[in-house]
T-cell receptor, first 116, second 113 residues
Framework: AQTVTQSQPEMSVQEAETVTLSCTYD???????LFWYKQPPSRQMILVIRQEAYKQQNATENRFSVNFQKAAKSFSLKISDSQLGDAAMYFC?????????????FGAGTILRVKS | NAGVTQTPKFQVLKTGQSMTLQCAQDMNHEYMSWYRQDPGMGLRLIHYSVGAGITDQGEVPNGYNVSRSTTEDFPLRLLSAAPSQTSVYFC????????????FGQGTRLTVV
């Protein structure tokens, strides 16, 4: 079974600075998708960014970018110019393209605190 | 656009009681799922459905039942609530396709005493 590991339970960043959240995963598949979801205190789950394993170019969405290292099975999220609204729990998730139902497997999450 | 609607938002149950968490989506999504979120464990899949009339078990299905009689609705039933089922429950839906975004409801915080 695939597993997703987020080794940083909590991270802190100063407003306007850059922070990187780590994620590693375990799979024997070659084609899959990876996602980062944000969960603010409202509890709403919000998609931040997604990456297809076959695409070598790292995905970018405004201030959010990923560093996808397929051989190392690593998928880190970089947040540039951090804002107070970025404070949230961040979940890394994996989806296998071949598995029936293409289910999402989540990591344990990283709490990000933003200091003003 | 309502998206994914879960009811109730909060619930307290006594051990042994049964209840149904409601989930409805208005986006005509084929796929729907139920997750539970516990501290330090992320979200874990309880049950999922790839279309009306089709359901399957996820990672932690024990103590829960689901059915999918329509595309829009995917209720989760707790048969006999236990304190171990105290958690935050999320319903999600998405279109068919492996890279598609899963849209989540606001969650239900359930406490079993």
């Amino acid at each position: 079974a695939q597993t997703v590991t987020q080794s940083q339970p909590e991270m802190s960043v100063q407003e306007a600075e850059t922070v990187t959240l780590s994620c590693t995963y375990d799979t024997s598949e070659s084609d899959y998708y990876l996602f980062w979801y944000k969960q603010p205190p409202s509890r709403q789950m919000i998609l931040v960014i997604r990456q297809e394993a076959y695409k070598q170019q790292n995905a970018t969405e405004n201030r959010f970018s990923v560093n996808f290292q397929k051989a190392a099975k690593s998928f880190s999220l970089k947040i540039s110019d951090s804002q107070l609204g970025d404070a949230a729990m961040y979940f890394c998730a994996y989806r296998n393209t071949l598995e029936y139902g293409n289910k999402l497997v989540f990591g344990a999450g990283t709490i990000l605190r933003v200091k003003s | 656009n309502a998206g994914v609607t879960q009811t109730p938002k909060f619930q307290v149950l006594k051990t042994g009681q049964s209840m149904t968490l409601q989930c409805a989506q208005d986006m005509n999504h084929e796929y729907m799922s139920w997750y539970r979120q516990d501290p330090g464990m992320g979200l874990r899949l309880i049950h999922y459905s790839v279309g009306a009339g089709i359901t399957d078990q996820g990672e932690v299905p024990n103590g829960y039942n689901v059915s999918r009689s329509t595309t829009e609705d995917f209720p989760l039933r707790l048969l006999s609530a236990a304190p171990s089922q105290t958690s935050v429950y999320f319903c999600a839906s998405r279109t068919r396709g492996v890279g598609t975004e899963a849209f989540f409801g606001q969650g239900t915080r359930l406490t079993v005493v």
